[in-house]
């Protein structure tokens, strides 16, 4: 059986969910749940980084110890992933003792294999990234990403001898093209190890929170380095050797494109200098933009923007689980920036929802259900349906396993679009009963169950209801794909009702 294994970044525990970050979580378990559709043996991680002296200070800030701070913070992001039907197999916590033992475990192999020495830093720091910067990365002194001063530190760490990796990886990048993907981040991953590589410094002294260094009590590891190998003890690092062996080769990362370099460049050399091969894909996508800024909680925090105050539970509650879900997917490209705006949602929530999915299926079931005795028939097997079906399966499959969720269900929704203008050609609903009214039915009613199987990664539950309106039991998820994304599989017999519209039109507050 093939094997998906998929992780999200771990999400710093400083600060409350916001959309940017379930814009990740979103496209990971929808991509996760595909994989367990067309039957692969799937992982999927997400998480928390709680590390650090960015959560240090917000723990002090509140009142509380870093434990306590990250324990309500962790939480917060569960409940966030609950509230948007986010079906993970592991959340892993930086603070579990799990972690702890794979990080001393990894980075003592690094030191043990000699690519970790002990010097002194100086240079500029950000502390919400937690990283360092030189004068000529810098924008004027400041961070180029937070917009923050940076501040000028001195301090005797342990450093990692990244440089001493400088044409493996580029070695690595040559014999694997599909690395790093789309292309211009690939590109930019590249460009960064062409420009020559730095040892990076990987502990401190001045910070305690964190995981101790086990041949130096004085340091802990720096939060990156730790962070970085949560990937890594969620399959059994330093644990068991088998589960590594079965999960890492079929490993694919999620990421922002500010992370680049930490997953494109330090993370790969990381691998390298403990003894195993690197994760076998990276997928980079953009940011979401509100008003062309990144979604970012410490511009908002600061007052450039305020998008804390977009949590997801509250769009959920606005307009449900599965539109947040679907407008997630549907309105940026993968790997492309993208706007965010209630004005979006809405007009994806009443375009694509309710006057096309919603209007198809409660066409075909009202129909069915007044004009046939609520009884459904079986699709014709040269049916006009049967040519855009098939062409919206194979595009939406290869969009899927492409990691292209837009596109997916851009050729799922070409099939619901061929399927309304079938019934407005035909205008069953004027038809008398009989044998030519059940065939258009019968068409209709196995377009939309194959419409439901092919968007269930992305709205699994609204998917579940129609399933349930066309008059099938169970779930679209419980199918065998290859078996059931077939034309012709819908049977006669099954009974079908009218019901309240899937997705109630909503109006703009402005």
Known sequence: MPRFYLTT?????????????????????????????????????TGTDEHGQKVADAAAKNGQSPQEWTDLKSQQFRDAWAALDIQYDDFIRTTEPRHYESVQKFLTAIYDNGYIYKDTYKGLYCVSCEDYYTIETSVEGKCPIHGRDLIEMEEENWFFRLSAFEEQLKEHYAAHPGFVTPETKRNEALSFINGGLRDISITRTSISWGVPVPWDDAHVFYVWYDALINYLTAIGYGRDDDEVAKWWPCSHHLIGKEIIRFHCVWWPAMCMAAGIGPVSHVQVHGWLLLGGQKLSKTMASEGAVRLTDIAPIELTNEFGVDPIRYYLLRETALGNDGDFSHEGILARYNTDLANNLGNLVARVTTVVATKCDGVATAPRGDSPLRAPAELAIEESAKAWNGFAPQSALEATWGLIGATNAYLEQLAPWKMEPGAELNAVMGDALEAIRLVAILST??????????????????????????????????RSGATIQKSEPLFPRMKSDA
């Open 457 to 490: 990664p992305a709205m699994p539950k609204v998917c579940e209801e129609i399933w349930r309106r066309i008059g099938l039991s169970g779930a679209p998820s419980d199918e065998v794909f290859s078996v059931s994304a077939i034309w012709g599989q819908y």
């Open 9 to 45: 970044p771990i999400y710093y525990a400083n600060d409350a969910p916001h959309v940017g970050t379930a814009y990740t979580t979103v496209n990971a378990d929808a991509l996760a749940r595909w994989h367990r559709l067309i039957g692969d043996e799937t992982k999927f991680l």
